[in-house]
T-cell receptor, first 116, second 115 residues
Framework: KAGVTQTPRYLIKTRGQQVTLSCSPI?????VSWYQQTPGQGLQFLFE???????NKGNFPGRFSGRQFSNSRSEMNVSTLELGDSALYLC???????????????FGPGTRLTVT | GEDVEQSLFLSVREGDSSVINCTYT??????LYWYKQEPGAGLQLLTY?????DMKQDQRLTVLLNKKDKHLSLRIADTQTGDSAIYFC???????????????FGTGTLLAIQP
């Protein structure tokens, strides 16, 4: 099975712009989560989706949003970019069914966003 | 509060055992995980342990869990140069009765291997 894929892998944007990142989960996985990784704050949970519904959200401003499509692919959007949004954005997927046995999350390679 | 702590750096000689420690905060966490991150890469799930277990062994990896002290450790036997990476422990958040993907990660431990 192919792993979690994220596009693009690298992105450079200017302050004030907006950006959309994409994540394709492992085939058959219905649950997707997003994390932000920075040197200062470490790995922080952004949000999670299951069957196109947001199930949980981390402590991020409203500029960060996401969605999930019927094929389980997910996108996250950051509007009005700030320098502090520069980070590695990681997507993770898990089956989301057969709880609680199928709890493991598998991460993609991430999208490296640089805001200048 | 949500705070998972790890030491920042560990250096071991090739062939020795590495022990990476982690202290987590929430005693109601059901699952605890160890992830590995190599430079420029995402997170690779190494192993996990359920909260009703004390120990789990998986080839060269041994996980020990002390629930009373909220202490988790990862032992890597016969450490190789390919084990050089940052290791993160993570606890599954108890949000929504544990039925959430949210993981609370530690700060990460950089494991350096001396030849």
């Amino acid at each position: 099975k192919a792993g979690v894929t994220q596009t693009p892998r690298y992105l450079i944007k200017t302050r004030g712009q907006q950006v959309t990142l994409s994540c394709s989960p492992i085939s058959g996985h219905r649950s997707v989560s997003w994390y932000q990784q920075t040197p200062g704050q470490g790995l922080q949970f952004l949000f999670e989706y299951f069957s196109e519904t947001q199930r949980n959200k981390g402590n991020f401003p409203g500029r960060f949003s996401g969605r999930q499509f019927s094929n389980s692919r997910s996108e996250m959007n950051v509007s009005t970019l700030e320098l502090g949004d520069s980070a590695l954005y990681l997507c993770a997927s898990r089956p989301g069914t057969g709880e609680p046995l199928r709890h493991e999350q598998y991460f993609g390679p991430g999208t490296r966003l640089t805001v200048t | 509060g949500e705070d998972v702590e790890q030491s920042l750096f560990l250096s071991v000689r090739e062939g020795d055992s590495s022990v990476i420690n982690c202290t987590y905060t929430d005693s109601s966490s059901t699952y605890l995980y160890w992830y590995k991150q190599e430079p420029g890469a995402g997170l690779q799930l190494l192993t996990y342990i359920f909260s009703n277990m004390d120990m789990k062994q998986d080839q060269r990896l041994t996980v020990l869990l002390n629930k009373k002290d909220k202490h988790l450790s990862l032992r890597i036997a016969d450490t190789q140069t390919g084990d050089s990476a940052i290791y993160f422990c993570a606890e599954r958040s108890p949000d929504y009765g544990g039925a959430t993907n949210k993981l609370i990660f530690g700060t990460g431990t950089l494991l350096a291997i001396q030849p």
